[in-house]
């Protein structure tokens, strides 16, 4: 007998070991430590006591009739600490059932496929003693964290809070990047550019980087008035040509990290998408006549390693495409990050003969593109570098300096298969560098006619959010949580509404930022970001067989218990605090008081209970804030610097410019009791699809919304996608939307092409039941957060943490 943990994974192996064998699944962990107490022996050396998961006895029951009548049981849970820790578990089962002569092995293959299965099956081992220790010393160190913290939120602030080990620290990052947001202050600045021409053409644009020598730097419009009219009377001439050939090298094969970045960036798939279509891929798609075969190999690695075998296919194949040219001498190997698992392979295609054109009419849409990704990035990866001939001018002009940059591409390589994206992080800081153009040829002292000089405006712009892929790659880059945790992360924030996403970025709620500044003060190494990678390392050196689990957890158990104990003592009680403010009830005349309560903070008469006026907590500043935001809106127009004046539509007061209707700048006014809240449009770092310019958030008659800071020459309003595929068309993504009275759904972002809705939000989860893409997600009074199925002969429901509550 065979175990694996899906259903899929199980019909998949079948075709490959023949009548001899029976292939059963154990669908995940069947053991796990109790919902209802710690289930920790601390006393005890840390002894766990694990129970049968709630709703698995009928698995546990199946499994142990079905070993009766078998010679040996093989154990092919992935080849991981999760899949370890399923397998001895399996084994302690089968092990107390005593009977005798029963063999047990552990079986490990990174791909599904005829060839790694039988070679798995040739070379059977045993469970690893240490891999289990350290997935057992993760889950007892998350379950202390956990269960012995959140009680403490219960108390001080509102029950149904929690802490996690590593989501609050994840958590942390998004909290302190909002504050990092909210203290930024724009600084003004001046960008010179001059459009010139030489003896040859084409002309060009070239940027001013020096003054005076030093960096360029302009700060203000009297300077920048001054520079612009000494450029306009000296003369622009060729200090140097620089010229030379740049090798730009192809990236590694997929890691899980560096899959859910990508998949983010080019497919916008949230981790959890990605993640649900690798796993779909690597445990085995119907191919007609083949049957079912695994596409890629094991989605969970943090390795860049591949295996020789696939690398002989892949150079064969390269050449056999592209030819000669675009293979390297050697094959590429490159080095993984420290302590990656080299047992592992980076992710690749199982045969890469299996080209994404051939595999289209097999594959679903998210299935599809998640392929060609893979199987791309994997093809590139062992190509021969791009080669740019790349040219830099400097300038003189007086006390300026300008300089040009412009690139050929000589031979395209790897970029003839796949170019990787970047982040905003990443793009920011290479700006300028890859500027694919050809620059005239000129000659050192040759003067230059100056077409156009223009100077403008500009302001430096805040941190960005977190983005799902810029918050992976945080985690990744300071340790924190390996490849098999991030999803489970960014999902645990959002379920427990310690942050929200607004254009697909993380914005810490009220009650997360509370929950975070508490955990900080009083759990200041627990939740610290370098401690929390020491724990990474010290669990991969247990792995390894290094460091003893029962050690490393006393050494941190120690440290931990001693903060729990001043924190119980010291922590603030939320539910007793209270703010008095300058507001009086309408009711009874008594001042209102700031409280916590289950949804955050709110206004409530101080004369509880014998008055029970309670009124929702607008966020308006103070009287003397309100006034040096009116005062700050006296500054001129941001667009095009004329005053800006008090005007009074259908909707309220708002700031227009005074330059209407050449300039049609607004900003928004927030009026109540007396104090007036100024709106501003506040700057992204997007750019609009349409025309280029930057995104702003606008602030209209429904809510916040996302659009073209060119308005009204251009009308593109940023639609928020749920990365959902319209069922009806099967084309579009289903996007937020809200109807004239303000009632928010959720309908094809074709329409009125499409005219398909939804009340709820869908989430990119099959439906377990009967396939469909998508589930539902609403909050109940009852049952808490739920995803249903949305098709009427379909009565599939689970709760948001995803166990299933009925089928």
Same mark, same amino acid.
């Given at each position: ?5 899906? =259903? ?25 430590? &109790? ?127 929690? %802490? ?27 960008? @010179? ?8 053409? &084409? ?35 060729? %200090?140097?040509?620089?010229?030379? +050939? ?99 392979? %980076? ?9 994404? +054109? ?38 003189? %002009? ?64 805040? =941190? ?21 945790? !991030? ?68 050494? @941190? ?50 004369? !509880? ?28 127009? +941001? ?62 008659? !429904? ?105």
């Amino acid at each position: 007998m065979v175990i694996v943990e899906s =259903p899929t994974k199980a019909k998949t192996i079948s075709k490959y070991l023949g009548k001899d064998f029976v292939v059963k699944a154990s669908s995940g962990h069947i053991k796990d430590l &109790p919902k209802n107490s710690l289930g920790v022996d601390v006393e005890n050396d840390f002894e766990p006591i694990y129970k049968i998961i709630h709703g698995k006895e009928k698995v546990v029951d199946e499994l142990k009739r079905a070993a009766r009548n078998v010679a040996a049981i093989y154990l092919a849970a992935d080849p991981d600490r999760e899949g370890e820790a399923i397998c001895q578990h399996l084994a302690e089962i089968f092990r107390s059932s005593k009977k005798s002569g029963l063999k047990i092995y552990r079986v490990l293959f990174n791909e599904i496929t005829k060839s790694a299965i039988q070679h798995a099956f040739e070379n059977p081992g045993k469970i690893d003693e240490h891999k289990v220790e350290a997935q057992q010393a993760r889950r007892i160190v998350d379950r202390l964290v956990g269960y012995q913290i959140s009680p403490l939120l219960w108390e001080k602030v509102r029950r149904g809070l929690s %802490a996690g080990r590593v989501q609050s620290v994840a958590l942390r990052l998004i909290v302190d990047r909002e504050r990092e947001v909210q203290k930024f202050r724009p600084e003004e600045y001046w960008v @010179f550019t001059a459009n010139l021409s030489g003896g040859n053409p &084409p002309p060009f644009d070239a940027r001013a980087v020096k003054l005076d020598g030093k960096k360029f730097s302009v700060a203000d419009q009297r300077l920048a008035e001054e520079i612009e009219e000494h450029l306009r009377h000296v003369s622009f001439r060729v %200090a140097s040509i620089v010229q030379k +050939e740049r090798k730009k090298n192809p990236v590694p094969p997929f890691t899980t990290s560096k899959l859910q970045q990508e998949a983010a960036r080019k497919l916008r798939f949230t981790v959890q998408r990605a993640m649900m279509v690798a796993q779909r891929l690597y445990e085995g798609i119907e191919l007609g006549k083949e049957g079912s075969i695994g596409l890629i190999t094991y989605m969970r690695t943090d390795s860049t390693r591949v295996a020789d075998s696939a690398l002989d296919e892949v150079r064969k194949f390269i050449t056999q495409r592209y030819g000669g040219a675009y293979l390297p001498k050697t094959a590429a190997r490159f080095k993984s990050q420290k302590g990656a698992q080299e047992a592992h392979e %980076a992710i690749r295609p199982t045969m890469v003969e299996r080209s994404p +054109e051939s595999l289209k009419r097999y594959l679903d849409r998210d299935e599809h593109r998640l392929y060609e990704l893979i199987w791309k990035r994997f093809l590139a990866s062992q190509m021969q570098p791009a080669v740019f001939d790349q040219t830099e001018i400097e300038i003189q %002009a007086g006390r300026a300096t300008f300089k040009a940059s412009g690139a050929v591409l000589k031979f395209d390589g790897f970029l003839k298969v796949y170019q990787e994206e970047r982040d905003e992080e990443a793009a920011a800081e290479t700006e300028g560098e890859e500027n694919i153009f050809q620059l005239p040829k000129l000659s050192e002292g040759e003067v230059l006619a100056v077409n156009q000089l223009t100077k403008e405006q500009k302001f430096t712009q805040p =941190p960005p959010r977190y983005t799902e892929a810029m918050l992976v790659k945080t985690l990744e880059e300071k340790g924190i949580g390996r490849p098999s945790t !991030y999803a489970q992360i960014v999902n645990v924030i959002q379920d427990r509404n310690y942050a929200t996403k607004k254009d697909g970025r993380f914005i810490p709620t009220e009650t997360g930022i509370v929950v975070t500044d508490l955990l900080v003060e009083h759990f200041k190494a627990i939740f610290d970001y370098q401690y929390t990678a020491r724990m990474e390392e010290a669990l991969d050196e247990i792995e390894e067989g290094k460091e003893d689990w029962v050690e490393t957890l006393a050494s @941190f158990y120690r440290e931990f218990k001693k903060e729990l104990e001043v924190a119980g003592r010291e922590m603030q009680n939320l539910k007793k605090h209270e703010i008095e403010t300058d507001e009086v009830c309408e009711k009874c005349g008594n001042k209102m008081v700031i409280k916590w309560g289950r949804f955050g903070r709110f206004l409530a008469c101080s004369n !509880y209970p014998d008055c029970k006026n309670t009124k929702e907590l607008t966020k308006e500043v103070s009287t003397e804030a309100a006034a040096q935001d009116t005062e700050v809106e006296t500054k001129p127009c +941001e667009k095009c610097g004329k005053p800006m004046v008090l005007k009074k539509g259908r909707f309220g007061e708002f700031f227009a410019c005074s330059g209407y209707p050449e300039c049609r700048n607004t900003r928004r006014i927030i009026s109540r009791n007396g104090e007036r809240l100024v709106k501003t449009d506040t700057p992204t770092d997007e750019k609009c699809p349409r025309c280029g310019q930057i995104l702003v958030i606008k602030h209209g008659r !429904y809510g916040e919304f996302t659009a073209c800071s060119n308005y009204p020459d251009c009308k593109y309003i940023k639609q928020e996608s749920t990365g959902v595929i319209c069922p009806k068309c099967g084309k579009f993504d289903i996007v937020a939307r809200k109807s004239r009275r303000g009632k928010s759904f959720y309908g094809c972002s074709s329409y009125p092409d499409c005219d398909f809705v939804l009340w709820y939000k869908p989430v990119a989860i099959s439906c377990p039941a009967c396939g469909e893409k998508f589930l539902l997600e609403r909050q109940t009074k009852r049952e808490g957060a739920i995803r249903y199925c949305h098709k009427s002969n379909c009565h599939y429901k689970e709760t948001a943490q995803g166990a299933a509550a009925s089928a």
